[in-house]
């Protein structure tokens, strides 16, 4: 079959974008979010309302080693806080985390934090699974999945790629509205510049969005 010379570049353009755009939140198990997390969500988990009020008030948290340093503020043990931390977590970037994030993971270890990296760019969790599976048990892999995230591509991401972080307030409506709106995105900049317009009364919002999406050079 031949493809007209005008089909062409829109299917080498919806294959991009099918490769490119592969973020999403990891399926969750029920961890809570603590920069999206209501009264009741930390109540839920047993968090003392000194150290919720501690966090709410340290928003944005972004990430999991600053979390850790808010907790250790708190008085709060290094085993408490590991305790913790299979309830509540700040997401970490599959692709571009810190070994000091990882290694706050209930579970992670050296030689599983070993195999993350060298299997980076990671693509997708599915990639994610099959990748891990000799560093670690099916059960393991799908617990540690709630933890990470792979980031979103600005321009290319589609509505179930979006879907997958609603849940701690990245993929809502409005923000796939936003971020569509100001397509193509050509730098950083421009998402801070343009995003900060609707987050004036909390500014620190913008980065914490930032830290989920990228734009491909």
């Not at 299917?11 to 603590?34: K, Y």
């Not at 993350?116 to 699974?129: D, H, L, T």
């Given at each position: 079959?031949?493809?007209?010379?005008?089909?062409?570049?829109?299917?080498?353009?919806?294959?991009?974008?099918?490769?490119?755009?592969?973020?999403?939140?990891?399926?969750?198990?029920?961890?809570?979010?603590?920069?999206?997390?209501?009264?009741?969500?930390?109540?839920?988990?047993?968090?003392a309302d000194p150290v919720a009020t501690a966090l709410k008030g340290a928003r944005p948290i972004l990430s999991a080693v600053a979390l850790?340093?808010?907790?250790?503020?708190?008085?709060?043990?290094?085993?408490?806080?590991?305790?913790?931390?299979?309830?509540?977590?700040?997401?970490?970037?599959?692709?571009?985390?810190?070994?000091?994030?990882?290694?706050?993971?209930?579970?992670?270890?050296?030689?599983?934090?070993?195999?993350?990296?060298?299997?980076?760019?990671?693509?997708?969790?599915?990639?994610?699974?099959?990748?891990?599976?000799?560093?670690?048990?099916?059960?393991?892999?799908?617990?540690?999945?709630?933890?990470?995230?792979?980031?979103?591509?600005?321009?290319?991401?589609?509505?179930?790629?979006?879907?997958?972080?609603?849940?701690?307030?990245?993929?809502?409506?409005?923000?796939?509205?936003?971020?569509?709106?100001?397509?193509?995105?050509?730098?950083?900049?421009?998402?801070?510049?343009?995003?900060?317009?609707?987050?004036?009364?909390?500014?620190?919002?913008?980065?914490?969005?930032?830290?989920?999406?990228?734009?491909?050079k």
């Open positions: 079959m031949k493809f007209s010379t005008t089909i062409l570049p829109a299917l080498a353009l919806t294959l991009s974008a099918a490769t490119t755009a592969a973020g999403q939140l990891g399926p969750q198990q029920g961890l809570v979010e603590p920069n999206v997390a209501s009264d009741s969500a930390f109540k839920a988990i047993a968090v850790d340093s808010i907790l250790g503020a708190q008085s709060m043990t290094k085993p408490q806080r590991a305790e913790l931390y299979k309830k509540m977590f700040v997401h970490v970037d599959l692709n571009r985390g810190t070994d000091a994030e990882f290694l706050l993971i209930p579970g992670m270890d050296l030689k599983r934090l070993a195999a993350i990296k060298v299997g980076r760019p990671w693509k997708s969790f599915e990639a994610f699974g099959t990748g891990m599976a000799k560093a670690m048990p099916a059960a393991e892999v799908t617990r540690t999945q709630q933890y990470l995230f792979i980031p979103v591509e600005l321009n290319t991401w589609t509505d179930p790629i979006m879907d997958s972080f609603a849940s701690i307030g990245v993929g809502t409506r409005q923000w796939k509205r936003e971020f569509t709106e100001y397509r193509p995105w050509t730098s950083m900049e421009q998402f801070d510049r343009e995003i900060s317009k609707y987050v004036r009364a909390k500014p620190g919002e913008v980065k914490r969005l930032a830290r989920y999406v990228y734009i491909a």
